[in-house]
């Protein structure tokens, strides 16, 4: 199955902090996303969306664009979601979404959240009148290291899924545990505070489109 792990995202950065690894300058900042959605009853109202980013210098993002990044700037970035992981200085491990970026411009307007993912469906919990469901998904990245060794990288994602014109009931019952999916959809996220004190992002997807792929070959990365 080909893979497929994208987003598109525009916002303003918040939080900016710059540094360097193995000679190379890398941005972290959040990026926060504002939507204007309409409710059941017709009437706007805004919805913010917040995500954590990592921009490093490569050849498309030279030194220069990331240097000049400033906080309360709008920018867009395309590039994949990771599930980032760290060891704490008490030596607990912490894991969370962001963004890790591979295309970066300025923009006028925070107009783009788009997201598109390919993978395996993990645990799917269906309400009882049918019309939602709460999954995860699991998508594969394939890279080369250092040694031209092929690695493959999990990442798995958290889905808000709902019934709609383009995903009907039906689409939601045949979803179970390693179905294989194709999505279209939008980033969102609920921010809150742990009893320490320390504010979490935990970020979902909001499919718009959902679609079931057949079983194939297994993709090839011999390439």
Known sequence: ???LN???LSGTVTGLTLSELSGRLIAGFTLIHTDTLSSSGGSAFSKKTCIKAIVPECRRIPAETISSLKNGQTIRVTGFLK????TLADGTEHSEHRICVTGLETCGKDDTNTVELRGIIGNIRTASDGYSARATLCTTRAYK?????????????????????????DTIAKLEKGS???LTGRLTSQTYTTADGEEKIFPEIIPSIIQTIEPQEPFSYDQ
Not at 83 to 86: G, I, L, R, T
Not at 152 to 159: A, F, G, Q, S
């Open 1 to 3: 199955m080909e893979q």
């Open 6 to 8: 994208r987003i598109t």
């Open 83 to 86: 599930n980032w992981k760290a």
């Open 145 to 169: 290291d250092a040694q031209n060794q092929w690695i493959l990288e999990n990442t798995w994602h958290n889905l808000d899924i709902l019934a709609c014109r383009n995903i009907p009931k």
């Open 180 to 182: 294989k999916v194709s």
